[in-house]
């Protein structure tokens, strides 16, 4: 069975018709061109698909498209304002916080929401809220920098 989804990505309205088993993950990646989102285990494991939903962050390979009717997401193609990136964009340029690159995006979308909802009291309070973000070339001590340079 399909259904038809109408929600806002990026600021940008779009109804779509989708197979009920579309994740939002398959949705961003291959309904709408935006794969900035990775696909790196596809079970909710490694963080690297994590979006906002609503301001909350979500592992977008867990969530289910006809569930989102309404929603407004955001996905780190989504961050920068024009010529100019999110504060955490660049602190992660900064402090050198990656080196392959592939859970970069996912790294910094939860890292968005660690800041926004206040989570960066500490060094473990950060660690703690990244801890479902999988880094495998271990950048772990660089974004958790880059994470308290955005926060200021
Ligand atoms: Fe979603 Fe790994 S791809 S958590």
Known sequence: PTSAVSLT?????HTVTVDNRTSLLDLL????GLTGSKKGCNAGACGACSVLVDGRRVNSCLTLTVRLDGAEVTTIEGLARGDELHPLQQAFID??????????PGQIMSGVACIQEGHTGSEEEIREWM?????????????VRAVEQAAG
């Open 9 to 13: 990505v990026n600021g940008r309205r």
């Open 29 to 32: 990646r291959e309904h709408l």
């Open 95 to 104: 402090q050198d916080a990656f080196q392959c690159g592939y859970c970069t």
């Open 131 to 143: 801890s479902g973000n999988i880094c495998r070339c271990g950048c772990y001590v660089k974004i």
